[in-house]
């Protein structure tokens, strides 16, 4: 009996599996790559919330949270796959929260999630190409931010109400990029705008002087930069700024954060753009909770949070930390009925589930699921005034 119990401690202590009195979640985000610094408040919001459910010490009546950093690249699926191997196969996490960027959150999703029956939510991959009507998943994959195919729309509002109505598009050559600048231009042109080109970047190059090039030569009011912040896109901007080609850009969600204004600042004067926000009560909530510990207001940090929330809040209901037993509940506490449940709320949201109540998790995003797995998703309109992402108004 020695000899077993010795062989199964062997086996346990190499697959690094979870204590009788833990759960482990993945926090897989690009730490490195084009949106690196995007990925550190994103991290710790997820880790905000593990600790929070740790500290009431409700989640199963046992079990504490704990977080399993890989580096997803945001760029390389290949890279990406294999840490989210080690995550399921050596750190015996539980569930995702990630992936980041829509190309290695579906390679991720696919050689590897699905294989081994793992819940992922992702807090920041937008590609429609990940919706449920496209991707068969098994109902393990869920986002707390919205589709691109909103975001599409959403930039077209933007643009037209301003009165821009033609514009050049380039976009980083992926999933991200070209679905989004897809669904824009169907936006676009159906109300009654121009798209005069567009053309995919690659990220990380260090001349984009043909690109801007050609971009010029077809002309626009405004140049559309679907791209990442700390990698092409910036490129795509600086190039376009030094030549003269453009001085006023329309950014979605890949290029927006502190770098935008340190890397540009008042040269970008004027120009627009969106990223999924809102200015729910939940979001001035997890402000507050958070202290200035890590920047809230920085791009797909509330979602992190939330998406951290909705695995654990699921796992109460399902009575089970497994992810074939809780994948089943998430829609369930995302959505009414139940009482409404906000950042900091994470406690009572585990007593009234424990105690057979239903709860309606908010968080800090708004939350509101959609079919299987998507979420309706708020955004924010801001202008760049006096080199400073100055908000207009959220949508």
Do not use: W
């Given at each position: ?8 401690a ?41 600790q ?10 046992r079990y ?6 890989a ?68 109902g ?45 231009q ?67 969600d890949?290029?927006?954060?502190e ?18 926000s ?42 089970s ?23 900091g ?6 007593g ?22 998507e979420?309706a ?18 949508r």
């Amino acid at each position: 009996m020695k000899k077993i119990l010795s062989a199964v401690a062997a086996i346990l202590a190499i697959n690094g599996s979870t204590s009788a009195n833990e759960v482990k979640i993945g926090v897989m985000l690009g730490f490195t790559g084009p949106i690196e610094s995007l990925t550190p408040p994103m991290a710790d919001a997820a880790e905000f919330a593990m600790q929070e459910v740790t500290d009431s010490k409700l989640l199963l009546d046992r079990y504490k949270v704990s977080s399993v950093r890989a580096d997803s690249t945001c760029i390389d699926s290949a890279v990406a796959s294999s840490a989210a191997e080690r995550l399921i196969t050596s750190d015996g996490v539980k569930g995702i929260m990630g992936a980041d960027c829509s190309g290695v959150t579906g390679a991720v999703l696919q050689n590897v999630a699905l294989p081994n029956g793992i819940v992922m939510i992702s807090p920041s991959a937008t590609s429609p190409g990940l919706s449920h009507n496209n991707n068969e998943d098994n109902g393990l994959f869920f986002r707390t931010a919205p589709s691109d195919t909103r975001q599409g729309v959403v930039m077209t509002e933007v643009l037209i109400e301003q009165g821009v109505k033609e514009v050049a598009i380039s976009y980083v050559n992926n999933d991200y990029g070209k679905g989004l600048a897809d669904t824009f231009q169907t936006a676009f042109e159906k109300a009654g705008g121009t798209i005069t080109l567009s053309t995919a970047h690659e990220s990380g190059k260090g001349d984009y002087s043909a690109e801007i090039g050609a971009l010029a030569a077809a002309g626009g009011e405004r140049l559309v930069v679907i791209g990442y912040l700390d990698e092409g896109g910036a490129g795509i901007v600086r190039a376009a700024i030094d030549s003269g080609a453009f001085d006023t850009f329309h950014f979605p969600d890949g290029m927006v954060g502190e770098n935008l204004e340190k890397n540009f600042g008042s040269e970008i004067d004027g120009s627009t753009g969106q990223n999924p926000s809102t200015d729910s009560p939940g979001a001035s909530k997890l402000k507050e909770l958070v202290g200035g510990a890590f920047k809230t207001d920085s791009p797909y940090t509330p979602e992190s949070y939330d998406a951290t929330a909705l695995i654990l809040l699921a796992m109460q209901a399902a009575g089970s930390i497994e992810p074939s037993d809780y994948k089943k509940h998430i829609f369930d506490v995302a959505n009414a009925p139940g009482e409404e449940i906000y950042p900091g709320e994470l406690a009572k949201a585990l007593g009234i589930i424990k105690n057979g109540g239903d709860v309606n998790y908010v968080g800090a995003t708004a939350v509101e699921l959609i079919g299987a797995g998507e979420s309706a998703g708020n955004y924010r309109e801001f202008v760049i005034e006096n080199g400073t992402i100055t908000t207009v108004k959220y949508r």
